[in-house]
T-cell receptor, first 115, second 116 residues
Framework: DAGVIQSPRHEVTEMGQEVTLRCKPI?????LFWYRQTMMRGLELLIYFNNNVPIDDSGMPEDRFSAKMPNASFSTLKIQPSEPRDSAVYFCASRGTGSGNQPQHFGDGTRLSIL | AQTVTQSQPEMSVQEAETVTLSCTYDTSENNYYLFWYKQPPSRQMILVIR??????QNATENRFSVNFQKAAKSFSLKISDSQLGDTAMYFCAFLNYGGSQGNLIFGKGTKLSVKP
């Protein structure tokens, strides 16, 4: 079975540029999560969706960050304009519904470097 | 708000020996789930083991087992017969079952090094 697919795996861009990270969840999963991982702050939840609807975006750092889920098989996280402090690994994860112990399955992450 | 604390930033163990990673959490909820995730240098996040709070029996998965103490809000991970491939960051995570059934709350992680 295909897991959560993220692209790109690495992104290096200059400050001020727009960055778009992409995620394809596991088919049939109706929860999708975006996380950011840094050495200083560890793993932080940015936003999550249920059935394509944003449920909690309180972790989104500021207006420069936006996330969309136009359909059940695709989500994007966009940063515009990007800043060096946005450099981090960004993970997408998905899980199914039903019993609450359905584990979250993570993608391989996107390592983002803003110069 | 729930919090998860991993008090050991780094640990090391000799190959074939046993190591225990600590995790404590704080919650007022009664129904919840606990997880251990492993993140090797390849940076994948891999589920190691899960525990339902309503189950008294400790979960086991091959060489991995947990010691779940609900009253003490403690959830430690024991790795037996450590292997070089166990070298990784280990994250303890909490999920509140009920309400929004939403996100995992992660600890800061423990970096485990298995030495030959």
């Amino acid at each position: 079975d295909a897991g959560v697919i993220q692209s790109p795996r690495h992104e290096v861009t200059e400050m001020g540029q727009e960055v778009t990270l992409r995620c394809k969840p596991i088919s049939g999963h109706d929860y999708l999560f975006w996380y950011r991982q840094t050495m200083m702050r560890g793993l932080e939840l940015l936003i999550y969706f249920n059935n394509n609807v944003p449920i909690d975006d309180s972790g989104m750092p500021e207006d420069r960050f936006s996330a969309k889920m136009p359909n059940a098989s695709f989500s994007t996280l966009k940063i515009q304009p990007s800043e060096p402090r946005d450099s981090a690994v960004y993970f997408c994860a998905s899980r199914g519904t039903g019993s609450g112990n359905q584990p979250q399955h993570f993608g391989d992450g996107t390592r983002l470097s803003i110069l | 708000a729930q919090t998860v604390t991993q008090s050991q930033p780094e640990m090391s163990v000799q190959e074939a020996e046993t190591v225990t990673l600590s995790c404590t959490y704080d919650t007022s909820e009664n129904n919840y789930y606990l997880f251990w995730y492993k993140q090797p240098p390849s940076r994948q996040m891999i589920l190691v083991i899960r525990q339902e709070a309503y189950k008294q029996q400790n979960a086991t998965e091959n060489r991995f087992s947990v010691n779940f103490q609900k009253a003490a809000k403690s959830f430690s991970l024991k790795i037996s017969d450590s292997q070089l491939g166990d070298t990784a960051m280990y994250f303890c995570a909490f999920l509140n079952y009920g309400g929004s059934q939403g996100n995992l709350i992660f600890g800061k992680g423990t970096k485990l090094s298995v030495k030959p």
